[in-house]
């Protein structure tokens, strides 16, 4: 599970809200994300409190959820007060290395909390979809090379590998032998005349045939 250890360092400049003249606060600091709750013990008339608590708040959804950190004036018979507040989106924390900052309370003048963060078990950043993760059920697997966007749902990949099975053998290879008859070789080449042009008749046509 997904966790984030908080160092609770300490407080400056509280906002006093015990006495009349010189007004003090007995601060706490309480912590949650979701579900989680941590506390810090109290301190008794300090506005410059010291805690040095460390606590490993878990959750199941790191990115959508936030820090809240919210400190208190503890009180004997009447309800804690709040001394002011602040929050941190976890997605602003960086996954990677720990975080040592003062953080500014809202809701009041003055204080400021200064916290450790340490992302363990998991914290990060999750990785960004694949093309796979954002395609509708049912459409073709792209390869490489081709745009998806000319993909159609259902029509096979023009470049994809065909199937074969792996009880099908392949076709035999047969050996064929060519042979050509070749004639004797003759000392005595066959006889041909040779070309007598007197003894040859040509067609002869006059233009004067029919006067």
């Known amino acids: 599970m997904p966790t984030l250890r908080v160092q609770v360092v300490q407080a400056r400049d509280l906002k006093g809200k015990d006495g009349f003249i010189n007004k003090t606060s007995d601060p706490y600091i309480v912590l949650r994300i979701g579900t989680c709750v941590a506390k810090t013990f109290a301190h008794n008339k300090n506005l410059n409190p010291v805690w040095n608590q460390t606590f490993d708040m878990k959750f199941s959804e790191p990115i959508q959820g936030v820090l809240s950190v919210e400190c208190f004036d503890k009180n004997t018979f009447n309800p804690d007060e709040s001394i002011g507040y602040f929050s941190i989106p976890l997605k602003d924390i960086d996954p990677y290395n720990t975080t040592d900052k003062w953080y500014r309370l809202n809701a009041v003048k003055h204080g400021d909390v200064r916290l450790v963060l340490t992302p363990v078990d998991g ?83 006059s233009p004067y045939k029919n006067f």
């Open 123 to 205: 914290f990060s950043k999750p990785a960004p979809p694949t093309f796979q993760q954002l395609m509708p059920p049912g459409f073709a697997k792209p390869q490489v090379g081709i745009n998806p966007g000319y993909l159609q749902p259902g029509l096979p990949h023009p470049y994809a590998p065909q199937q074969t099975h792996h009880n099908q053998l392949p076709p035999p290879i047969v050996h064929q032998q060519f042979t050509q008859q070749v004639p004797p070789p003759s000392y005595q080449p066959p006889y041909q005349p040779a070309f007598n042009p007197e003894a040859q008749t040509y067609p002869i046509s």
